[in-house]
């Protein structure tokens, strides 16, 4: 048994930078930048940073293009989802929950792509964790006229483009190191945001949501600390964490722990409650994904 080693302690790291990726959100909203400036500022800031990270080392075969132009489009995609739900007023850790369905949704996927098969006790698992999206978005304990439809439909649907991601992460072209394929998807992800911005504000004209200007000295300062501590320091951190001494389903769990760092953060920075129930929900989800980690891993 290894016990705790250096890779657990950057696993670690990486969930607390993870973790106020809904806080910075946040932030941003009250000070007036959109979701879309968000998440084209996030990618774009961080490009410089990870470039240094990987020394130069730029990599793009012709071939692969398809590949990354697909990836960036998701990953534009699902951040643009899970940021607009906190526009939409969705609490933190209602938002953070409902992504964190991920799992389920990579079972499901996984299943009917036919690549795994979906057994009695995955399925119970899904069961267990959906229900905890029905008790953490207030469906079944709430009027429906107080539900924040919106908002919560925005994180839902980040929970399955954050699985869509995933899946298509696992299927990446290989010759490259995981900064070099970071940096493509972050790179096609900020011209994919141009364009979904640009699509949307043909249909739609919600300022906090696909409004878009040049940010103010304490806006830009507030953009970059998102690209840098919440995006290129976890994501830095996880380039160096060694499979032999740390197993899939480990690393899986540990990084639960950015989910209930982003329910304290909520309560001690932004003094966010939600009723008890719906804790008791967000606890459902987090303990599906985490009973669908260990059933991956055994």
């Known amino acids: 048994m290894l016990g705790f080693t250096k890779s657990h302690g950057l696993l670690v790291l990486a969930s607390f930078g993870f973790s106020f990726i809904l806080v910075f959100s946040t932030m941003l909203k009250n000070v007036g930048v959109s979701s879309l400036q968000q ?16 020394k130069g080392k730029f990599k ?12 960036g489009l998701v990953f534009s995609a699902f951040l643009l989802s899970a940021l607009t739900s906190i526009v939409f007023g969705c609490p933190i850790a209602v938002s953070v929950a409902l992504i964190y369905t991920q799992p389920l949704f990579t079972a499901l996927l ?39 439809v919106t908002g919560v439909g925005f994180a839902f649907t980040a929970g399955f483009l954050y699985a ?8 990446r072209k290989t010759g490259y190191t995981p900064l070099q394929a970071l940096f493509n998807t972050f790179m096609f992800s ?8 640009s699509v949307l504000r043909l249909f739609i004209a919600n ?17 970059f600390l998102f690209a840098a ?3 290129v320091f976890p994501y830095g951190l996880l380039n160096y964490v060694k499979p032999s001494e740390v197993s899939p389903t480990t690393e899986g769990t540990i990084l639960l722990l950015d989910p209930l ?33 260990r059933v991956k891993g055994g």
């Open 39 to 54: 998440v084209f500022y996030r990618v774009t800031l961080a490009l410089p940073l990870i470039f240094l990270l990987i």
């Open 60 to 71: 793009l075969e012709k071939g692969d293009l398809q590949y990354f132009v697909l990836i």
């Open 110 to 148: 996984a299943a009917l792509s036919g690549k795994e098969r979906l057994t009695l006790k995955k399925l119970i698992i899904v069961v267990v964790g959906f229900l905890g999206v029905l008790l953490v978005s207030g469906a079944l304990t709430e009027p429906l006229s107080n539900l924040n």
């Open 164 to 171: 869509v991601y995933l899946y298509l992460k696992r299927v």
């Open 190 to 197: 900020a011209l994919c945001t141009v364009f979904l911005g």
């Open 207 to 223: 300022p906090g949501f696909v409004g878009f200007s040049t940010p103010n000295l304490h806006q830009f300062a507030l953009l």
């Open 229 to 231: 501590f919440s995006t």
């Open 261 to 293: 760092l982003h329910n304290l953060w909520a309560v001690l920075i932004f003094q966010q409650y939600i009723p008890p129930i719906r804790y008791f929900g967000v606890g459902l989800i987090l303990l599906s994904a985490a009973a669908m980690l």
